[in-house]
């Protein structure tokens, strides 16, 4: 069993920066996508950013150029680089993980973490 543990939560002023990290417990799979959701408070969850295992990249137009997501495998973690915060990007942020095998799909959630952008 795959499990997920967010950390690098908290609040941070508007213009801050804040690092998630989400680190991988259990298997290794060859082939997988990895991503960052977020919901906010009477909203949807959202997809923020994701990655392939084959290093193909995605992001919400509302972090382009302000979020960077990225694999680290010698650490086994996802993480999550966001900048230039705003109170827009307030939610609980989930590391998220899909893959198959054979016809069988898997997937896994982390626990959240919250990210609070305020003055």
């Known amino acids: 069993q795959v499990q997920l543990v967010e950390s690098g939560g908290g609040s941070v002023q508007p213009g801050g920066s804040l690092r998630l990290s989400c680190t991988v417990s259990g298997r290794t799979f060859s082939s997988y996508t990895m991503a960052w959701y977020r919901q906010a408070p009477g909203k949807q969850r959202e997809l923020v950013a994701s990655i392939t295992s084959g290093g193909d990249t995605t992001y919400a137009d509302s972090v382009k150029a302000r979020f960077t997501i990225s694999i680290d495998n010698a650490k086994n973690t996802v993480d999550l680089q966001m900048s230039s915060l705003t109170p827009e990007d307030t939610a609980v942020y989930y590391c998220?993980?899909?893959?198959?095998?054979?016809?069988?799909?898997?997937?896994?959630w982390g626990q959240g973490t919250q990210v609070t952008v305020s003055s």
């Open positions: 998220y993980v899909n893959f198959r095998i054979g016809i069988t799909p898997y997937n896994s």
